[in-house]
């Protein structure tokens, strides 16, 4: 169902409201039969697009409200979250910051609603990678992350005025030779990866050291 202004040929074009066959309705913009401009499209399953439209793909500056109570503002190119914007998740944490293909992309910072501790620093295809800070209540932790995890050198900063200075270091894993005769039949289950261990060289006073010096 179609209500609103048409082109010479017939089109939507202009202003309309649409009911589509899977129940979800559209009213804003159109160019020539395509959303396109702004408009706020309603989906039956609850979720919600309010913004800019370019042939059908959410494309420029919106809002979108999705089922679990989780909303994401800012940009979009060709229907992914692409550029710059804010998301709410449903647990009550934030990222801000940049987005490519729908993911974490870019300089962000995500907040922690549970403990109140942020990640500010750099991410790639969503997962936390490269130079940032890990900033808790009366601590924080500067140096790089690989794969979500800190590796390499860094440092804790302490609000009472000192540092402690060290690394991360990535732990090798030991194959256990002794087995079970009972599980033989049973495929070996793929090892856990080991956490990063923190190991300190030194504690000193206040320092303006950052993970991009060695670069």
Do not use: M
């Not at 494309?59 to 979108?64: L, N, P, Q, S």
């Not at 060709?78 to 300089?107: C, M, V």
């Not at 060290?166 to 030779?177: A, D, M």
């Amino acid at each position: 169902e179609y209500e609103g202004d048409r082109d010479s040929e017939g089109q939507r074009h202009g202003f309309g409201k649409a009911r589509l066959p899977n129940g979800d309705t559209y009213e804003g913009e159109y160019e020539h039969g395509l959303r396109s401009g702004h408009g706020t499209y309603r989906f039956k399953n609850g979720a919600l697009y309010t913004g800019d439209y370019l042939q059908n793909k959410k494309h420029g500056k919106g809002v979108f409200f999705y089922p679990d109570g989780s909303k994401y503002a800012g940009d979009w190119v060709h229907d992914q979250r692409q550029g710059y914007g804010e998301y709410l998740y449903a647990n009550g944490d934030t990222y801000t910051g940049e987005w490519a293909n729908n993911q974490r992309h870019g300089q962000g910072t995500y907040v922690y609603k549970a403990t109140g501790s942020k990640y500010v620093g750099c991410w790639v295809n969503g997962i936390q990678n490269g130079p940032a800070e890990l900033i808790h209540l009366n601590h924080r932790f500067k140096g790089r992350f690989l794969n979500g995890k800190p590796l390499g050198r860094g440092k804790f900063i302490f609000d009472i005025g000192c540092e402690q200075h060290g690394e991360y270091i990535q732990p090798v894993q030991v194959k256990e030779t002794v087995r079970v005769v009972e599980k033989e039949e049973e495929e070996d289950e793929p090892p856990l990866p080991l956490e990063p261990v923190w190991k300190v060289s030194e504690i000193t006073k206040l320092t303006p050291w950052s993970p991009h010096d060695e670069e």
